[in-house]
């Protein structure tokens, strides 16, 4: 039998403009077998260092001098799409973190995270994954969707061209179903539910589920204070 092959770690840049959580998070990765590729001050310097490095997962600090992290995050997307960024925030229900889930934000930690969750979000993200804490993230989304919705428009062009099945597969996902949930709700293979999915995020040029959720709540397919099936989207587990 083949033995399995460990799973690469993610390539981190730390953004940040403090000095010591910037050494903080590399000695909690590197003690974590996580390589950090390079740090930076600003936002500016992380739009840089992202192409000189070409990490796989940058952790952004929002309020930075020179360039914040949201206009950072944007450039690095932009210039770098199969990068993910993990916001870093020091208040939970940050309407800068809602802003950087829309522009494709793949998640966020807030600052005095545990080293364990820490690393976990990392690998969590740098698989592919949207790191959603689920009641953060939904009670974060409920306060700005509503007036995110007053000032964009209601339905995205991209939105008609779903089909029933698929505005039905994004609805179920904005109210945090994992996909073996939405295989069991919808009574598909976990396979068939991917494959919605997958054109859902096409169709609406979406990163991952992070965004989803966002244009779940924004479009009005899910409404604040619904509650979904489960309390989760998806959480990172440490890996032993």
Known sequence: MTPDVPERAPRVLIADDQTLIRTGF????????????????????AVAAVRELRPDVVLMDIRMPVMDGLEATRHILAEA???????????????????????????FLLKDVTPEHLAAAVRLVG?????????????????????????????????????PREREVLTLMGRGLSNGELATELTLS??????HVARVFAKLG?????QAVVLAYETGLVRPGEQPRRDAVREPRSRT
């Not at 993990?86 to 998640?107: E, N, P, Q």
């Open 127 to 163: 698989s592919g994954d949207a790191l959603l804490a689920p009641q953060i993230t939904r009670r974060l989304v409920e306060r700005y969707a509503a007036e995110a919705e007053r000032t964009t428009p209601a339905v995205p062009a991209g939105l008609t061209a779903l089909t």
């Open 26 to 45: 590399r000695l909690i990765l590197t003690a974590r077998g996580i390589e950090v590729a390079g740090e930076a001050a600003d936002g500016a310097e």
């Open 190 to 195: 976990e396979a068939t539910v991917k494959s």
């Open 206 to 210: 979406l990163r991952d589920r992070a």
């Open 81 to 107: 799409p199969g990068c993910r960024v993990l916001m870093l925030t020091t208040f939970d229900l940050d309407r800068y973190v809602y802003t950087a889930l829309s522009i494709g934000a793949s998640g």
